[in-house]
């Protein structure tokens, strides 16, 4: 063998021992992990969230995707707030007054409901353990709201001060959600909007005083706050839920008028005119209505109870289902009524109580407690009457 071959064997011979070490090498190596980990579902927030928590000021620089805010468990949504304002008005707050749980009172353009019994001097939008805001109003800039004339535009305005809309020429304006005192005088507020608005001190109503067709849907008033309106004429005037507690309305005319579910506790409407007025639903309770007229006046579900009903005239009125318990019937003209489902529940002075043979008792309960089921007793006569 010459040495050129031997030269060429040994060169073979290391280049198979190289392969071979190379192999083995590859073959020992550990293999790779492919399985993943799922994650958990985020909560993805823009871009400028994202800078906000992570310093960046240009946007684009951050990876939304990578960036998660945890849902908090407790985080709950604030209700929306809707209809008619919670609690039983008491005006605007004062210092001296003790408020109970559930009053409400006007303070700096808002309205607050109180949150516990015997609150005193906490002002409201300084005392959050105390109060709750339910209700926030802009009022208008005061030279807005010395506009006078037909249709003016005089919404949230303040007219609390003495006489600020005596003798004014308002028909047919737009006072809804105004703050109303003082003395109207002969102002002519026929046609006018003042729904939703508050009696600040008290409002008179005089006889001059010109509201037919006026609407004070949802007003608010009561017996420190109180509507005066006696010997005043609003017909067919609209008081449909407002809040009349302890409203003195003797001799008041109110023909034709709608105070569907109205609160009128402990008002003064004796000798008033409510004929073909529409009361359903209406709290009448421990008023005083003696020598009042409700002929052909709808007073269904309305709840009487404890009034002073008194030689009252509700002849042809529709009493159904209405809650007469514990009034003062003498006198009480109820011909032609119909007062099916009526409760009549210990009525006082019902010996001299006017009926007639058009007069309905079916399913009423009488004063003796008796029930008109239409088999035992068929009527009221005997049972009380």
């Known amino acids: 063998m010459n040495k050129l071959t031997l030269l060429l064997a040994t060169l073979l011979l290391i280049g198979a021992l190289a392969l071979g070490s190379a192999y083995l090498v590859m073959s020992s190596k550990a293999p790779e992990f492919t399985d993943t980990v799922a994650e958990s579902p985020k909560k993805l927030v823009p871009d400028s969230t994202a800078h906000q928590l992570t310093g960046h000021s240009q946007r684009g620089i951050v990876n939304t995707s990578r960036i998660t805010i945890p849902e908090h468990p407790d985080t709950k949504q604030a209700p929306h707030k809707t ?33 516990l019994d015997d609150n005193q ?79 600040i001190g008290s409002l008179l109503i005089g006889p001059d005083t010109q509201m037919d067709h006026a609407n004070l849907s949802g007003l608010q008033s009561d017996g420190n706050n109180p509507l005066i309106a006696e010997a005043a004429t609003m017909n067919k005037v609209n008081f449909s839920n407002a809040n009349l507690y302890g409203a003195k309305l003797k001799a008041a005319t109110l023909t034709g008028a709608n105070l569907t579910g109205a609160t009128l506790t402990s008002a003064d409407m004796r000798a008033s005119h409510m004929e073909g007025a529409d009361l359903s639903k209406t709290d009448i309770t421990y008023a005083r209505l003696s020598g009042a007229s409700f002929t052909g006046a709808t007073l269904n579900k309305a709840d009487l109870s404890e009034a002073n ?54 399913a009423a309960i009488c004063p003796d407690g008796v029930v008109v089921d239409g088999r035992q007793a068929t009527t009221c006569l005997g049972h009380g009457f």
């Open 83 to 115: 209809g008619k304002l919670p609690g039983i008005f008491r005006g605007d707050w004062g210092e001296t007054p003790v408020y109970a749980a559930n009053d409400r009172v006007n303070f700096e353009g808002a309205a607050y409901l109180s949150l």
């Open 121 to 199: 001097n906490q002002p409201p939008s300084l005392s959050p353990a105390y109060w709750l805001i339910v209700k926030t109003v802009a009022l208008k800039n005061a030279e807005d709201c010395l506009l006078t004339g037909p249709d003016a535009h005089l919404d949230t305005c303040d007219f609390s001060r003495e006489n600020s809309l005596k003798d004014r020429d308002l028909q047919g304006a737009d006072l809804s959600q105004a703050r109303l005192g003082g003395d109207l005088g002969a102002a002519n507020l026929n046609g006018a909007n003042l729904s939703g608005a508050a009696v």
């Open 309 to 362: 009903l008194s030689k009252a005239n509700f002849s042809t009125a529709n009493l159904h289902d209405a809650n007469l318990s514990g009034t003062n019937l003498a006198e009480t003209n109820l011909s032609g009524a119909d007062l099916s489902g009526v409760n009549l529940t210990d009525a006082q002075g019902t010996d001299s109580t006017l009926l007639d043979s058009d007069t309905h008792f079916t």
